[in-house]
């Protein structure tokens, strides 16, 4: 057992930042079949796994908040136990579902021709290595999204984030769109994707992407009248897409009763309305209360709940980070994955009502999409 969880380790690299012994012989093809057979039985009965990688830190600007420090932390709250599984790059066809050709070719030409860092506007820099390391995010987008669609929920931790990056344009840290990349690709192969997008800014990237569509049910709960100021109530999608996004924007300092009302009371029913194939989160912690970016009053144990209630939905979940900058990020995915494991329940029960503003918000939403 010893030699086969070694090559497991040895194939996959599925611990962060493990580096491989140079004197480990390479494997026959015989060999690597089997391990992967093996590899295969094993994970097909977890319930969850992760996606990260090394290759994220070639993008990277020490002092700025969306360094890969930020990934470290987000990390160091895996689980030993978690099964990790290398990045692996997605096509430029993949990436052009959502984003036009001609950004896509300035985005790689700006990257090559970049010595050390650029900028593409003041928020969002790039370096020589940028456009490799953002297909690699996406790519693992799409690999969490196909390991949801066989049932298993997985976790993508990656950067640069996505959600703000628009169909012929860079924004806020993101250059491509991780989660709008996965859904695109999955909808080839299924009826209907849900995507929730707990990040504490609107995504306003992936809620124009799909905003005609009503194959993509896309459902944000963010800070009112933050960066990138879009993301109000109204917003409801348009065309075939009518009633299809769905935003719930909150006022600074909400707590967990207050997310858990809009989820319970809007999201979750309207994802059961929805009846997607796989859901995939954009999960960005910048709602942390210690997060230097966001200022909502989410505890780390607070993501649990709010993975949970997803997971109660029977619906797979693909997650993918995006924001969350703050020194208890670590906490919070491990909250995460405890929220993504069978049959565990909540241990926290939520004595506070939620604010009389996200009372609300949640009263309107309810009406504007017929839940009521
Ligand atoms: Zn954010």
């Keep these: 057992m010893i030699p086969i969880l070694t090559n497991l380790r040895y194939m996959s690299g599925w611990t962060v930042g493990y580096e491989f012994p140079e004197e480990f012989p390479p494997l026959s093809k015989k060999r690597n079949f089997l391990y992967l057979r ?62 036009s050709r001609m950004y896509i070719d300035m985005l790689r030409e700006r990257c090559e021709t970049t010595a050390t860092v650029n900028y593409l506007d003041p928020d969002t820099y790039i370096t020589r290595y940028s456009f490799d390391v953002a297909t690699l995010a996406a790519g693992s987008a799409i690999a969490a999204v196909d390991r949801a669609l066989s049932g298993e929920h997985c976790f993508a931790l990656v950067r640069p984030p996505g959600h703000h990056a628009e169909h012929s344009r860079a924004m806020g840290f993101c250059l491509l769109n991780n989660a709008a990349v ?65 935003n719930a924007p909150l006022h600074a300092g909400s707590a967990i009763a207050d997310y858990t009302a809009v989820f319970s009371e809007v999201f979750v029913p309207a994802i059961a309305r929805f009846g997607p194939d796989a859901i995939i989160v954009s999960a960005g912690q910048d709602i942390l209360f210690d997060d230097p970016l ?3 009053a989410i505890r780390p144990e607070d993501l649990e709940i709010l993975a949970r209630m ?36 909540n241990g926290t029960e939520i004595k506070e009502e939620p604010r009389r503003s996200t009372a609300g918000t949640v009263a309107l939403l309810k009406k504007i999409h017929g839940l009521d």
């Design 38 to 99: 093996v590899i295969c039985t094993v994970w097909n009965t977890m319930r969850c796994s992760a996606i990260t990688g090394t290759q994220f830190s070639l993008h990277d600007l020490a002092g700025h908040p969306e360094c890969n420090a930020r990934l470290e932390t987000a990390c160091s709250g895996l689980d030993p136990g978690c099964p990790v599984h290398p990045p692996a790059a997605c096509s430029i066809g993949d990436v052009e579902r959502v984003h």
């Design 182 to 246: 996965a859904a695109a690709y999955a909808l080839k192969n299924v009826d209907r994707i849900a995507i929730v997008d707990w990040d504490y800014h609107h995504g306003n990237g992936t809620q124009a992407m799909f905003y005609t569509s009503n194959r993509v049910l896309y459902c944000s709960v963010h800070q009112h009248d933050a960066f990138p100021y879009t993301g109000s109530v109204q917003e409801t999608g348009r065309g075939d897409g009518a009633g299809f996004t769905i």
């Design 294 to 296: 966001g200022m909502m």
């Design 310 to 345: 997803l997971t109660e939905t029977g619906t797979p979940l693909a997650l993918v980070l995006e924001g969350g900058y703050g020194p208890s990020h670590g906490e919070a995915v491990a909250g995460i994955f405890r929220g993504l494991e069978p049959g565990r329940k």
